[in-house]
């Protein structure tokens, strides 16, 4: 009896986004370790293993062997289940990404729609544990969540918005080829649609900053202020699954930012396209998004709303009506 | 009191912050009537980490309670040493070697720096920014060695004696202090580019936590916080002790009542208290460190003492009784940080919980100080 | 409006400088101590607990039980004891026990030391399993040292 291959195939994508996930979400956790230490002239961990390497297994293996309380009075069934809601539709958004031309585990013509789909059901997944978990300081966090992303997902969608009308797919393989050639082709410098596309490149990553929970818009957190917000009550693996999923959420943002602004796969000169300069790219970003956590103070709740209603989306709203009256005329 | 607020039915919930929390540095906690993210009213409830230090000092010689008051405020310690020393000098009548009170003025005006550096960092830890905390804590550490390398301890000094100091400091200390200076002279431009200059930074604490002069005297506020509400008010250059009347330095006022208010007043006193360690180095005389001749039990003649000094938080006051004896017969304290809290209560009606927060940092609380 | 503009551009501005700060300390050598793999000197001022003084030339204690340094102590955790040798002159330390439980390592006892018989101990590794290990007997530990 033989397999069909599109099984074969399917699984093996299965192995594959879920281990990639996985193992970014553990060596990310080493990476802000090891470059906050840096920036704060420390050297972070280094005990466990060459360089600490071995250190995510370890504070797998701690947060493992963790008893898994369920705290009196919790909803048993949400408190379960939300951390699950983060981390799954985190790792279902990795099957649309392209990592080069040809590894990709499903090329679909809506694949930008899924990716926006399964971003907001995170959300609902942080809402979820902060109210099941019976916790005054989670129900203030779940409260900020919900606030803070209905916010940011318009200048996010209406910037993206404006590149599918630039590039005219949803198609993510399609968009990237759209970029071929060389830096001056990308869309962070397709001048000739927009000259706001570097702002608008901006726009993007806040609001990827903002969409993921990040410092310095990590209200849902914000340890100074509500200990660990929607996490409080978690212990062991239960805040390990939200933690996971939290870091394949910035992964999938850099993948995005990635292949919408910076050419995907594409390398800046035209040569050796391929899978080793997606993998630059998105690093380069995470990279970025850590060193912004470990450089500025948190914002207020009522700066961010103003940041993203007074400013982020009136600009972004200015460069789509520009990009659409660019694109006729020109 | 913002309109929400005001709106308010009976849809409030009482939130504890602490004994336990991280933005109250320690064992404080304030019971908070919220109403969503507004506060209707905060009451700080103390009494976590009390040690009884009065009372202590009862059943102590004068010289034994000396190790006691570096244990109050653990991050201004000489200052707190200091205000006991000449309390008990004055009271006894004791004189101060001349190089002595130089000394005194130097170590204690690094102290405040340190003190200040670590308020700092922990401030911006309240607003969530981590890094600023550990380059504060970098230059903080090179304060610490320097006043380890004389008094032999990091944070408990217990440096002051009835009469002089403890032990002499020697060139290197000198030499220390004028590099370190230089080093933080450098250094400061870096904390105003990445910290005060900051956008989000400025957002977070311009107009935030109005603290107006009236209600800083009516609640007894001193120190920066009084300073950042307009009130020109610092001992050592109004009631000045020690020797603090031959330095040519600025108290530095603002009158924006705001956090940023307290915020810019500390640093700059960072910058004053360069400048008086920078004269008082250039000005130290030759001489003993301890008046000759003091007698190791102290005995104030009977009677009733108060002198204050001005710690890194506010005005430290201390009153004596004394009956005569080697013990004091009562010793209150009168500790800035009790009274600078004590106006949270009321100035942080109607404001959100993140900037309430940086309202409770910016008063810049040590714990056990107020406890006592 | 332009105050609107201006505020955005200052304000990106002020986070870029902040970013550039931060980023120069990254390539910047660390400055911590890797604490257990290497120890900085005390310095020599280091108040630790107290230790006995041994007179280089009798090899015993230079202590003559005059008990300044318990008087002296705010916390009393000295305890000594000494009796008068037959035919000596003064007295001989036969006990002299540290409640280090108790110590506020205030330097006061030594202060008050006249013939300079008590120093502070350099050791800040203390850590023991049991209360009891604190109790230090002073006399003991002062043989031990050589």
């Given at each position: 009896?033989?397999?069909?291959?599109?099984?074969?195939?399917?699984?093996?994508?299965?192995?594959?986004?879920?281990?990639?996930?996985?193992?970014?979400?553990?060596?990310?956790?080493?990476?802000?370790?090891?470059?906050?230490?840096?920036?704060?002239?420390?050297?972070?961990?280094?005990?466990?293993?060459?360089?600490?390497?071995?250190?995510?297994?370890?504070?797998?293996?701690?947060?493992?062997?963790?008893?898994?309380?369920?705290?009196?009075?919790?909803?048993?069934?949400?408190?379960?289940?939300?951390?699950?809601?983060?981390?799954?539709?985190?790792?279902?958004?990795?099957?649309?990404?392209?990592?080069?031309?040809?590894?990709?585990?499903?090329?679909?013509?809506?694949?930008?729609?899924?990716?926006?789909?399964?971003?907001?059901?995170?959300?609902?997944?942080?809402?979820?544990?902060?109210?099941?978990?019976?916790?005054k300081?989670?129900?203030i966090?779940?409260?900020?969540?919900?606030?803070?992303?209905?916010?940011?997902?318009?200048?996010?969608?209406?910037?993206?918005?404006?590149?599918?009308?630039?590039?005219?797919?949803?198609?993510?393989?399609?968009?990237?080829?759209?970029?071929?050639?060389?830096?001056?082709?990308?869309?962070?410098?397709?001048?000739?649609?927009?000259?706001?596309?570097?702002?608008?490149?901006?726009?993007?990553?806040?609001?990827?900053?903002?969409?993921?929970?990040?410092?310095?818009?990590?209200?849902?957190?914000?340890?100074?202020?509500?200990?660990?917000?929607?996490?409080?009550?978690?212990?062991?693996?239960?805040?390990?699954?939200?933690?996971?999923?939290?870091?394949?959420?910035?992964?999938?943002?850099?993948?995005?930012?990635?292949?919408?602004?910076?050419?995907?796969?594409?390398?800046?000169?035209?040569?050796?396209?391929?899978?080793?300069?997606?993998?630059?790219?998105?690093?380069?970003?995470?990279?970025?998004?850590?060193?912004?956590?470990?450089?500025?103070?948190?914002?207020?709740?009522?700066?961010?709303?103003?940041?993203?209603?007074?400013?982020?989306?009136?600009?972004?709203?200015?460069?789509?009506?520009?990009?659409?009256?660019?694109?006729?005329?020109? | 009191?913002?309109?929400?607020?005001?709106?308010?039915?009976?849809?409030t919930f009482v939130l504890n912050l602490g004994?336990?929390h991280?933005?109250?540095?320690?064992?404080?906690r304030v019971k908070l009537v919220m109403d969503?993210e507004y506060v209707v009213e905060a009451e700080p409830v103390?009494?976590?980490?009390?040690?009884?230090?009065?009372?202590?000092?009862?059943?102590?010689?004068?010289?034994?309670?000396?190790?006691?008051?570096?244990?109050?405020?653990?991050?201004?310690?000489?200052?707190?040493?200091?205000?006991?020393?000449?309390?008990?000098?004055?009271?006894?009548?004791?004189?101060?070697?001349?190089?002595?009170?130089?000394?005194?003025?130097?170590?204690?005006?690094?102290?405040?720096?340190?003190?200040?550096?670590?308020?700092?960092?922990?401030?911006?830890?309240?607003?969530?920014?981590?890094?600023?905390?550990?380059?504060?804590?970098?230059?903080?550490?090179?304060?610490?060695?320097?006043?380890?390398?004389?008094?032999?301890?990091?944070?408990?000094?217990?440096?002051?004696?009835?009469?002089?100091?403890?032990?002499?400091?020697?060139?290197?200390?000198?030499?220390?202090?004028?590099?370190?200076?230089?080093?933080?002279?450098?250094?400061?431009?870096?904390?105003?580019?990445?910290?005060?200059?900051?956008?989000?930074?400025?957002?977070?604490?311009?107009?935030?936590?109005?603290?107006?002069?009236?209600?800083?005297?009516?609640?007894?506020?001193?120190?920066?916080?009084?300073?950042?509400?307009?009130?020109?008010?610092?001992?050592?250059?109004?009631?000045?002790?020690?020797?603090?009347?031959?330095?040519?330095?600025?108290?530095?006022?603002?009158?924006?009542?705001?956090?940023?208010?307290?915020?810019?007043?500390?640093?700059?006193?960072?910058?004053?208290?360069?400048?008086?360690?920078?004269?008082?180095?250039?000005?130290?005389?030759?001489?003993?460190?301890?008046?000759?001749?003091?007698?190791?039990?102290?005995?104030?003649?009977?009677?009733?003492?108060?002198?204050?000094?001005?710690?890194?938080?506010?005005?430290?006051?201390?009153?004596?009784?004394?009956?005569?004896?080697?013990?004091?017969?009562?010793?209150?304290?009168?500790?800035?940080?009790?009274?600078?809290?004590?106006?949270f209560g009321?100035?942080s009606r109607?404001m959100?919980l993140?900037?309430a927060l940086?309202?409770m940092?910016?008063?810049?609380?040590?714990?056990?100080?107020?406890?006592? | 409006?332009?105050?609107?503009?201006?505020?955005?551009?200052?304000?990106?501005?002020?986070?870029?400088?902040?970013?550039?700060?931060?980023?120069?300390?990254?390539?910047?050598?660390?400055?911590?101590?890797?604490?257990?793999?290497?120890?900085?000197?005390?310095?020599?001022?280091?108040?630790?607990?107290?230790?006995?003084?041994?007179?280089?030339?009798?090899?015993?204690?230079?202590?003559?039980?005059?008990?300044?340094?318990?008087?002296?102590?705010?916390?009393?955790?000295?305890?000594?004891?000494?009796?008068?040798?037959?035919?000596?002159?003064?007295?001989?330390?036969?006990?002299?026990?540290?409640?280090?439980?108790?110590?506020?390592?205030?330097?006061?006892?030594?202060?008050?030391?006249?013939?300079?018989?008590?120093?502070?101990?350099?050791?800040?590794?203390?850590?023991?399993?049991?209360?009891?290990?604190?109790?230090?007997?002073?006399?003991?530990?002062?043989?031990?040292?050589?």
């Amino acid at each position: 009896m033989s397999l069909d291959p599109e099984v074969v195939r399917v699984l093996a994508f299965l192995v594959g986004v879920i281990a990639f996930a996985a193992l970014n979400a553990a060596y990310l956790v080493w990476l802000e370790r090891k470059e906050a230490g840096h920036i704060q002239r420390r050297i972070g961990p280094k005990e466990v293993g060459p360089f600490g390497l071995l250190q995510p297994l370890a504070d797998g293996a701690k947060l493992m062997t963790k008893q898994l309380i369920v705290p009196d009075g919790v909803d048993p069934v949400l408190f379960k289940i939300a951390p699950i809601m983060v981390m799954v539709p985190a790792i279902m958004s990795f099957v649309t990404i392209p990592f080069s031309d040809t590894l990709v585990a499903r090329n679909i013509d809506i694949g930008l729609l899924v990716i926006f789909a399964f971003a907001s059901v995170n959300v609902l997944g942080l809402l979820l544990g902060a109210w099941g978990s019976r916790n005054k300081y989670a129900i203030i966090s779940a409260a900020r969540v919900v606030s803070q992303n209905v916010a940011y997902e318009i200048p996010m969608l209406v910037t993206v918005v404006t590149l599918v009308m630039i590039t005219g797919t949803m198609n993510l393989h399609e968009i990237v080829m759209s970029q071929q050639g060389g830096f001056w082709n990308w869309n962070i410098l397709r001048l000739n649609a927009s000259p706001l596309m570097p702002i608008s490149f901006l726009i993007f990553f806040v609001c990827m900053l903002a969409e993921t929970n990040r410092a310095p818009f990590d209200m849902a957190e914000a340890e100074s202020e509500l200990i660990a917000g929607a996490f409080t009550e978690y212990p062991g693996m239960g805040f390990g699954v939200f933690f996971m999923g939290e870091y394949a959420n910035i992964v999938i943002g850099a993948c995005l930012a990635t292949i919408l602004f910076l050419g995907g796969w594409q390398c800046p000169f035209g040569l050796y396209p391929g899978v080793h300069w997606f993998l630059i790219k998105i690093y380069a970003i995470i990279f970025t998004v850590i060193w912004i956590r470990w450089t500025f103070p948190r914002t207020t709740f009522y700066s961010l709303l103003n940041l993203s209603w007074k400013i982020l989306i009136p600009i972004s709203f200015f460069n789509l009506i520009l990009t659409s009256a660019m694109l006729k005329v020109f | 009191m913002s309109a929400f607020a005001q709106s308010q039915t009976n849809e409030t919930f009482v939130l504890n912050l602490g004994p336990q929390h991280p933005a109250t540095h320690g064992v404080l906690r304030v019971k908070l009537v919220m109403d969503g993210e507004y506060v209707v009213e905060a009451e700080p409830v103390l009494g976590y980490i009390h040690r009884m230090h009065e009372k202590m000092g009862e059943n102590r010689t004068w010289a034994q309670f000396l190790p006691n008051t570096g244990r109050m405020d653990y991050l201004h310690a000489l200052a707190f040493n200091h205000g006991y020393v000449t309390a008990v000098e004055r009271a006894a009548g004791i004189e101060v070697a001349e190089r002595a009170e130089y000394i005194r003025v130097i170590t204690n005006e690094l102290n405040r720096i340190s003190s200040h550096l670590l308020w700092f960092g922990a401030f911006v830890l309240d607003l969530g920014g981590f890094s600023p905390l550990l380059y504060a804590f970098d230059d903080r550490e090179h304060i610490l060695d320097l006043l380890e390398s004389v008094t032999g301890s990091r944070l408990t000094y217990c440096y002051y004696r009835f009469g002089g100091v403890y032990n002499d400091i020697d060139d290197g200390f000198l030499a220390g202090t004028t590099a370190f200076i230089k080093r933080l002279r450098d250094r400061m431009p870096m904390y105003h580019n990445l910290v005060t200059k900051n956008i989000i930074m400025m957002k977070r604490l311009e107009g935030i936590g109005p603290v107006s002069a009236e209600m800083c005297r009516k609640y007894g506020a001193t120190g920066p916080v009084a300073r950042g509400s307009g009130i020109d008010f610092d001992l050592r250059k109004h009631e000045p002790y020690s020797v603090y009347s031959e330095f040519d330095f600025e108290v530095p006022v603002y009158t924006e009542c705001d956090s940023m208010a307290r915020y810019m007043v500390r640093m700059d006193e960072i910058e004053q208290s360069m400048r008086i360690i920078e004269q008082a180095v250039a000005k130290l005389p030759d001489g003993p460190f301890m008046t000759p001749k003091v007698s190791k039990i102290v005995k104030p003649p009977k009677g009733d003492y108060y002198n204050a000094v001005e710690t890194a938080r506010g005005s430290f006051g201390i009153r004596l009784v004394s009956d005569g004896t080697n013990t004091p017969y009562r010793l209150k304290l009168r500790s800035p940080t009790f009274s600078n809290l004590s106006l949270f209560g009321e100035a942080s009606r109607g404001m959100l919980l993140p900037d309430a927060l940086a309202l409770m940092g910016s008063l810049d609380l040590v714990i056990p100080e107020i406890d006592r | 409006m332009i105050d609107y503009f201006k505020e955005i551009i200052s304000g990106t501005w002020s986070l870029f400088v902040g970013m550039a700060i931060t980023i120069r300390y990254f390539f910047q050598p660390v400055v911590t101590v890797q604490y257990p793999h290497e120890t900085l000197p005390m310095p020599p001022r280091f108040r630790g607990h107290i230790d006995l003084v041994k007179d280089e030339e009798s090899g015993q204690s230079k202590c003559i039980v005059c008990g300044m340094c318990q008087k002296a102590c705010p916390s009393g955790c000295i305890t000594l004891a000494g009796e008068k040798p037959e035919g000596g002159k003064g007295k001989v330390l036969t006990k002299y026990i540290l409640d280090f439980t108790k110590c506020s390592l205030c330097g006061l006892c030594v202060e008050s030391c006249k013939p300079e018989a008590i120093a502070f101990s350099r050791d800040y590794n203390l850590a023991g399993l049991n209360r009891n290990d604190y109790v230090f007997d002073l006399i003991k530990r002062m043989e031990e040292r050589n």
